[in-house]
């Protein structure tokens, strides 16, 4: 690594750093002052509310590092453009091509890091959540008239849930089917009791019923039944249960698989799902656009450097919103729809870079 490099590799990181430590310092101020009320009136401990919003920070963390490597990159070289460092570096034969590949290289590698993150954010919202809890009810370990979202596209109707004790009063478990080879169903019980042992539900007193066609139905009447894939514990049916943000690229591929089997419409989960890998790679594009544009002027400043930001952003924002209504309506490919406003500003990125005077 030449001196060169690590000039600009340490003019980089001091503003990157200061991004991704100060953007979700502002997210958690902003969300805080307008949940305040809420938290004082479900009587919350100030340690709830503390370890709500340290899980938080992985997902702030991820929603600032396109924005902060789109800042610190153009902060850098219009930074260095407006000191004449470009012009003296290309005087001593370092091209701008080269005086720029680090942050390039960098890009790439917040990339990398926040791919990572995509994983570690559905389970730290989920622990966030937890952390305050749901209902004063929901805390002493009883849970009432509720609905459930288990996986395979499985719902539990549950009247009462004492968590502590194992028990149900009244629950109905539903899938929908797509015909004989995947019927829909449901199960009614008046009671069921959690098998700690063997980690199952078992329902007692109940009946069953399949739905192989729109005009047929199957029924069977049980003293006792359990199904194989009703294994959440009491604990987690006191919990929500998890929304898209929440699954993982996997997770959320099992979701989608059970519910195209039931004939339901998934292309908004499956543009949401391909976001999960197109969204963390926007770091190093959006750095690839932003050089050039900060070369191009010797004038304006830090509040050029800002105008060059937020408007990059706030384009590129728009672009994936429309590129996700047009997936989710079926205008276009799922996956076309989620790599759309990445693949534009490649592109731009690309023809701008052949107009910089190297």
């Not at 453009?81 to 701008?96: D, L, P, Q, W, Y």
């Not at 730290?124 to 959540?129: L, V, Y």
């Not at 998890?242 to 979701?255: D, F, P, T, V």
């Amino acid at each position: 690594m030449k001196i060169l490099d690590r000039y600009v590799l340490r003019q980089f990181f001091r503003i990157l750093l200061v991004c991704v430590i100060g953007v979700p310092f502002i997210f958690i101020i902003i969300n805080l002052t307008d949940q305040l009320d809420n938290f004082l009136a479900d009587d919350l401990t100030s340690g709830s509310i503390l370890a709500h919003y340290l899980y938080q920070v992985p997902y702030y963390m991820l929603l600032s590092f396109p924005i902060a490597a789109l800042l610190a990159a153009v902060f850098t070289v219009s930074s260095m453009t407006r000191h004449f460092e470009i012009s003296a570096a290309k005087a001593g034969g370092v091209s701008f091509y080269r005086i720029v590949t680090p942050l390039l290289v960098v890009g790439m590698v917040i990339s990398v890091v926040a791919l990572g993150l995509t994983e570690v954010v559905p389970a730290a919202n989920r622990k966030s959540e937890d952390a305050l809890g749901d209902t004063r009810s929901q805390r002493e370990g009883n849970r009432i008239s509720f609905i459930y979202r288990g996986e395979e596209g499985r719902y539990y109707y549950i009247r009462r849930l004492a968590a502590a004790r194992g028990e149900i009063a009244d629950i109905l478990v539903a899938r929908e089917g797509a015909g004989y080879s995947y019927p829909g169903y449901d199960a009614a019980a008046d009671e069921a009791s959690w098998d700690a042992a063997r980690g199952r539900w078992v329902m007692e007193s109940g009946r069953l019923r399949y739905f192989p066609e729109r005009e047929r139905t199957i029924e069977f009447r049980f003293e006792e039944l359990w199904q194989r894939e009703f294994t959440e514990t009491p604990d987690e049916l006191l919990a929500r249960p998890k929304g898209e943000e929440e699954m993982g690229y996997a997770e959320l591929g099992r979701y989608i698989e059970a519910l195209e089997r039931s004939g339901a419409d998934t292309g908004k989960l499956r543009v949401e799902q391909q976001l999960k890998l197109a969204f963390p790679f926007t770091c190093f594009i959006i750095v690839l656009f932003g050089l050039p544009l900060a070369n191009s002027s010797r004038k304006g400043g830090a509040s050029l450097s800002i105008g060059i930001a937020l408007g990059t952003t706030i384009l590129f924002l728009i672009l994936v919103r429309v590129a996700q209504a047009m997936g989710s309506s079926g205008v276009i490919a799922p996956v076309t729809a989620a790599w759309l406003a990445n693949a534009i500003f490649l592109v731009a990125g690309l023809l701008l870079f052949t107009r910089v005077k190297t």
